[in-house]
């Protein structure tokens, strides 16, 4: 039995659902050093910390996308599209929303 949750009771705030991890292209330092020179990482913007969206419903990072759709085939079967308000507000407090994944 999958539990789906009610879209009155997702998380519409910036991160919403999505997952804030520490940044694996640059062990969660910002930077790399290449040849003597160091660089802001490209994955994270320097941040340190990456931004994984979710699944609005349940959370879970691996969802599939479906044509227009995203699917979380391997969590709670929840369907949502682009335009789904916790989805749109998975993205940094105080930046513009990333494009889709
Ligand atoms: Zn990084
Ligand atoms: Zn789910």
Aim: charged share 15%.
């Amino acid at each position: 039995m999958a539990w789906i949750a009610p879209v009155n009771e997702m998380l519409t705030d910036p991160p919403g659902r999505a997952v804030i991890l520490p940044c694996g292209g640059c062990a969660a330092k910002g930077s790399y050093t290449y040849g003597g020179e160091t660089y802001a990482c490209p994955d994270c913007q320097g941040r340190g910390q990456a931004l994984w969206r979710a699944c609005p419903a349940c959370g879970d990072v691996a969802f599939d996308k479906r044509g227009q759709m995203y699917v979380c085939a391997a969590g709670c079967g929840y369907r949502w599209g682009e335009d789904h308000p916790a989805w749109l507000a998975q993205h940094w407090p105080g930046e513009a929303k990333p494009n889709a994944a």
